[in-house]
């Protein structure tokens, strides 16, 4: 799969994710909290993997776009800060729907100018077979990427911290699932 095929279905999870909040009712905490924990982990994921892979390749190969790169690593920045306050927040807290809705509309905004002018001309300046090795990577850098948004970590984070908050993330998260299977056993 080519780079922008993975980073578009990225964006149709978040998007998933984020209509599963917006339908969710007013009084309907647990679905929002599973769409937000959702939520908080894609878009962790998807901020590392670009910056990790994506943005350096677009910063050597098309030095044309480095105000776009700056810009996105920017606007992941500000996204890391908000899904890190919605990670310590419960959904009977009086900011968390308007906080994820604030991001939402942030990460729609990203998307929208990345699919529609940074995604043309990576297309255009690439070509078939390095956006075919940058998906691959892109896949590759997911599989070890942080779960938890980590807005402290380096700006961007360098490969070395993204990997190391990815291991702890993992086994945060199966340390968490590991709990959750308890005690549904239990009940």
């Known amino acids: 799969m080519d780079a922008i095929t993975v980073l578009r279905a990225e964006h149709r999870h978040i998007e998933d994710l984020s209509k599963a909040f917006e339908r969710a009712g007013t009084r309907a905490e647990a679905a929002k909290a599973r769409a937000v924990e959702g939520l908080v982990r894609a878009l962790s994921v998807h901020a590392a993997v670009e910056e990790q892979v994506l943005y350096p390749a677009l910063l050597e190969e098309m030095p044309a776009v480095r105000a776009y790169v700056l810009d996105g ?90 990997l190391v908050a990815g291991a702890v993330d993992r086994v945060r998260d199966a340390g968490k699932r590991a709990v959750e299977d308890a005690r549904h056993a239990a009940s």
């Not at 729609?108 to 100018?113: K, P």
């Not at 255009?124 to 590759?140: C, D, I, K, S, V």
């Not at 599989?143 to 984070?157: E, F, I, S, V, W």
């Open 73 to 162: 690593i920017e606007e992941h920045h500000v996204t890391k800060w908000l899904c890190d306050e919605l990670d310590r927040m419960s959904p009977a807290d009086a900011r968390f729907d308007p906080k994820t809705r604030v991001l939402i509309g942030f990460v729609r905004y990203h998307v929208g100018e990345e699919e529609a002018v940074l995604f043309p001309e990576i297309r255009t300046a690439l070509g078939r077979r390095r956006l075919a090795e940058l998906g691959q990577a892109l896949e590759e850098a997911r599989g070890k990427a942080p779960t938890r948004p980590h807005p402290r970590l380096t700006d961007p984070p360098s490969m070395v911290a993204g």
